[in-house]
């Protein structure tokens, strides 16, 4: 049975863990707001720059080579924006995923604790029932730690698939633009 004091632990751990996280996340936002900042401040300065030097332009020619040679940096800056908030993103979403498994892993514990303990304190005959009731949570145990793998399995895939976009993506420009 839970005494009082276990059931105030739990309470003041889970609410030092959603502090915990809050702060995680608005330094994981504010990460963000910084990159963000940045990419708009670069992106006018060379908005200026760029107007400026299709002000300049004198015929097709130099347009032509103009616009080339605007692509592949733009597309360069483009990807890099991406990576840098892919890994601001996978960082907060890191801790948060590992706050949570210790926290599952936590309450797992102390659900198998409390199964234990009723086990011990089921009257006689009541065995299979106890016997029931731990392969029960076993097998959620399992499916979950199934579920968990997978969803691995489909983050790392979809990263894969991701960086492989990019990269394609970076050839293609870089291919358009030697052919100007």
């Known amino acids: 049975m839970l005494t009082a004091e276990q059931i105030m632990a739990a309470n003041k751990a889970n609410v030092e863990t959603l502090f915990g996280l809050t702060t995680k996340a608005f330094a994981g936002v504010e990460k963000l707001v910084d990159l963000n900042i940045a990419a708009s401040k670069a992106v006018m300065a060379e908005a200026a720059g760029t107007t400026q030097a299709?002000?300049?332009?004198?015929?097709?020619?130099?347009?032509?080579?103009l616009q080339a040679s605007l692509l592949q940096p733009a597309a360069e800056k483009s990807a890099a924006y991406a990576m840098q908030a892919k890994e601001i993103l996978a960082k907060t979403g890191g801790e948060f995923s590992a706050s949570f498994e210790s926290k599952q892993?936590?309450?797992?514990?102390?659900?198998?604790?409390?199964?234990d303990s009723a086990a011990k304190n089921a009257p006689a005959g009541s065995e299979t029932a106890v016997a029931v009731m731990k392969s029960a949570?076993?097998?959620?145990?399992?499916?979950y730690e199934s579920v968990q793998k997978a969803v691995k399995q489909a983050t790392d895939m979809a990263e894969a698939n991701m960086a492989a976009v990019?990269?394609?993506?970076?050839?293609a420009t870089k291919t358009a633009t030697k052919k100007r």
């Open 105 to 115: 892993t936590e309450a797992q514990k102390a659900f198998v604790g409390l199964v």
């Open 137 to 143: 949570v076993s097998a959620a145990n399992n499916a």
């Open 54 to 65: 299709f002000m300049g332009v004198k015929d097709v020619q130099e347009l032509m080579a």
């Open 166 to 171: 990019t990269n394609t993506a970076m050839t």
